[in-house]
T-cell receptor
């Protein structure tokens, strides 16, 4: 079975550019999570969706960040405009309901120059 | 919000030896789920083991086992016969009982395996 698929795997762009990260969750999973990981701050939850509806976006750093989940099989995390401090690894994860574990994608390593 | 604490930022173990990684959590819920994830240098997040709070029996997965102490809110991971491939960052995580609950992660323990 296909796992969580994230794209791109690496992204290098200049400050001020728009960045869009993409995620395809595991089919049938009803929860989707976006995380950011840095050495300084560790693993941070940015936002999560249940049944395509955003439940908690309190972890989104600021208005430059936005996330959407237009359907059960696709989500995007957008940064506009990007800044060097946004450089990090961004993970998408999905899970079934209840006590089931999260399954993570391979992450996107984002570098803002 | 629930909190998950991993008090050991770094640990090391000799190859073939046993190591225990600590995790404590704070919750007022009686039913919940606990997980250990492994993140090797490849940066993949890999599920190691899962424990259901209403089960008294400690979960095991091959060389990995947990010591779940519900009253103490402790959930440690024991790795037996450590191998070089066990070197990774290990994260403890908590999830509440309700459908769609978010996960709470600890700050991680970096495990080094010495040949």
């Amino acid at each position: 079975d296909a796992g969580v698929i994230q794209s791109p795997r690496h992204e290098v762009t200049e400050m001020g550019q728009e960045v869009t990260l993409r995620c395809k969750p595991i089919s049938g999973h009803n929860s989707l999570f976006w995380y950011r990981q840095t050495m300084m701050r560790g693993l941070e939850l940015l936002i999560y969706f249940n049944n395509n509806v955003p439940i908690d976006d309190s972890g989104m750093p600021e208005d430059r960040f936005s996330a959407k989940m237009p359907n059960a099989s696709f989500s995007t995390l957008k940064i506009q405009p990007s800044e060097p401090r946004d450089s990090a690894v961004y993970f998408c994860a999905s899970s079934l309901r209840g006590g089931q574990p999260q399954h993570f994608g391979d992450g996107t390593r984002l570098s803002i120059l | 919000a629930q909190t998950v604490t991993q008090s050991q930022p770094e640990m090391s173990v000799q190859e073939a030896e046993t190591v225990t990684l600590s995790c404590t959590y704070d919750t007022s819920e009686s039913d919940y789920y606990l997980f250990w994830y492994k993140q090797p240098p490849s940066r993949q997040m890999i599920l190691v083991i899962r424990q259901e709070a209403y089960k008294q029996q400690n979960a095991t997965e091959n060389r990995f086992s947990v010591n779940f102490q519900k009253a103490a809110k402790s959930f440690s991971l024991k790795i037996s016969d450590s191998q070089l491939g066990d070197a990774a960052m290990y994260f403890c995580a908590y999830r509440g009982p309700n459908t769609g609950n978010q996960f709470y992660f600890g700050t991680g323990t970096s495990l080094t395996v010495i040949p």
